[in-house]
């Protein structure tokens, strides 16, 4: 029979993106480095928005995370993505340096590090920490691929297939001795059985959904589809790492340059960066919620 033969693949299929998607919740309350992200993007924003009614926000609009490499510096030379990246990175390899300890035993190592400027070196340290955020966000990557209609709608449907069969058996008659009509009778039972267990599993999942999203942004998951929280940081994370590909660039080449020359230059002073306003994304408070006393 046809539904008996598209029935496992598709319950399995379901019980794999409820998983992929639970495991997806735990990985965006756990990490973090993706939290560090997120305040380095609201303290940038309150920077470029000072003086204004959202210069002091708690918060800002997620879809706002895919727009980030297109807000340009006042010289064009950087992004804000570029820019908040960086900080988070020197950062992060500033927090490496103080747990190992800032000096080392080996004098071929202190030589080496003569050449290489500080912030070059907590970008050096720093680097692996970003480049490993892909990884430790894979069941979100799998989670942002997962057709949200098809998703809510397989108990469904497969609950309406399950009517349907037993309706046409009923229409057999009292065939009651038949092998095949109670074979089927039995398989559409635990049918039954199976799409009440995984409907409630599907409730409390998206449950979760709701929570998390508003977790990150109070009221959004009244708004937006429940999935699409997930496709955002998919798309952020991809941005991310293009901008860890760009920096290691840019500490190989000062390295070959610092390797170069002799003797080693002083490290140039940058000018701060600065950016235009970034009115739109940011909102100026947050309503607390109580999903977020729920982790």
């Given at each position: 029979?046809?539904?008996?033969?598209?029935?496992?693949?598709?319950?399995?299929?379901?019980?794999?993106?409820?998983?992929?998607?639970?495991?997806?919740?735990?990985?965006?309350?756990?990490?973090r480095i993706f939290l560090r992200l997120l305040e380095a993007i609201l303290k940038a924003g309150n920077r470029m928005n000072a003086g204004t009614a959202r210069g002091?926000?708690?918060?800002?609009?997620?879809?706002?995370?895919?727009?980030?490499?297109?807000?340009?510096?006042?010289?064009?030379?950087?992004?804000?993505?570029?820019?908040?990246?960086?900080?988070?990175?020197?950062?992060?390899?500033?927090?490496?340096?103080?747990?190992?300890?800032?000096?080392?035993?080996?004098?071929?190592?202190?030589?080496?590090?003569?050449?290489?400027?500080?912030?070059?070196?907590?970008?050096?340290?720093?680097?692996?920490?970003?480049?490993?955020?892909?990884?430790?966000?894979?069941?979100?990557?799998?989670?942002?691929?997962?057709?949200?209609?098809?998703?809510?709608?397989?108990?469904?449907?497969?609950?309406?297939?399950?009517?349907?069969?037993?309706?046409?058996?009923?229409?057999?008659?009292?065939?009651?001795?038949?092998?095949?009509?109670?074979?089927?009778?039995?398989?559409?039972?635990?049918?039954?059985?199976?799409?009440?267990?995984?409907?409630?599993?599907?409730?409390?999942?998206?449950?979760?959904?709701?929570?998390?999203?508003e977790y990150y942004q109070a009221g959004s998951s009244k708004n937006t589809q429940s999935?699409?929280?997930?496709?955002?940081?998919?798309?952020?994370?991809?941005?991310?790492?293009?901008?860890?590909?760009?920096?290691?660039?840019?500490?190989?080449?000062?390295?070959?340059?610092?390797?170069?020359?002799?003797?080693?230059?002083?490290?140039?002073?940058?000018?701060?960066?600065?950016?235009?306003?970034?009115?739109?994304?940011?909102?100026?408070?947050?309503?607390?919620?109580?999903?977020?006393?729920?982790?």
């Amino acid at each position: 029979m046809l539904f008996r033969s598209s029935y496992d693949p598709e319950i399995l299929n379901l019980k794999e993106n409820l998983q992929t998607i639970e495991l997806s919740c735990k990985e965006l309350r756990t990490s973090r480095i993706f939290l560090r992200l997120l305040e380095a993007i609201l303290k940038a924003g309150n920077r470029m928005n000072a003086g204004t009614a959202r210069g002091n926000a708690q918060g800002f609009n997620l879809t706002a995370l895919q727009k980030l490499s297109y807000v340009k510096s006042n010289d064009g030379k950087t992004t804000l993505l570029h820019f908040v990246v960086e900080q988070v990175i020197c950062s992060e390899g500033k927090r490496r340096l103080i747990n190992k300890g800032s000096e080392e035993d080996n004098e071929d190592s202190d030589r080496k590090k003569e050449k290489v400027d500080k912030d070059t070196q907590h970008l050096m340290l720093g680097l692996p920490v970003l480049q490993g955020l892909g990884l430790a966000f894979s069941n979100v990557k799998k989670a942002a691929t997962i057709d949200y209609d098809s998703f809510i709608n397989t108990c469904p449907n497969l609950t309406t297939r399950v009517n349907d069969v037993r309706q046409l058996i009923t229409c057999c008659g009292n065939a009651e001795r038949d092998q095949f009509v109670r074979e089927t009778k039995g398989f559409l039972e635990e049918c039954e059985e199976e799409l009440k267990v995984i409907r409630e599993e599907q409730t409390r999942v998206m449950e979760l959904v709701k929570r998390t999203t508003e977790y990150y942004q109070a009221g959004s998951s009244k708004n937006t589809q429940s999935l699409q929280l997930f496709a955002i940081v998919k798309d952020f994370l991809d941005m991310v790492d293009k901008v860890c590909v760009d920096i290691t660039k840019k500490v190989q080449k000062k390295n070959a340059s610092s390797i170069e020359s002799s003797p080693p230059r002083l490290p140039t002073p940058r000018a701060p960066v600065r950016f235009r306003n970034l009115k739109t994304y940011f909102t100026p408070e947050i309503v607390s919620s109580e999903s977020e006393n729920e982790f």
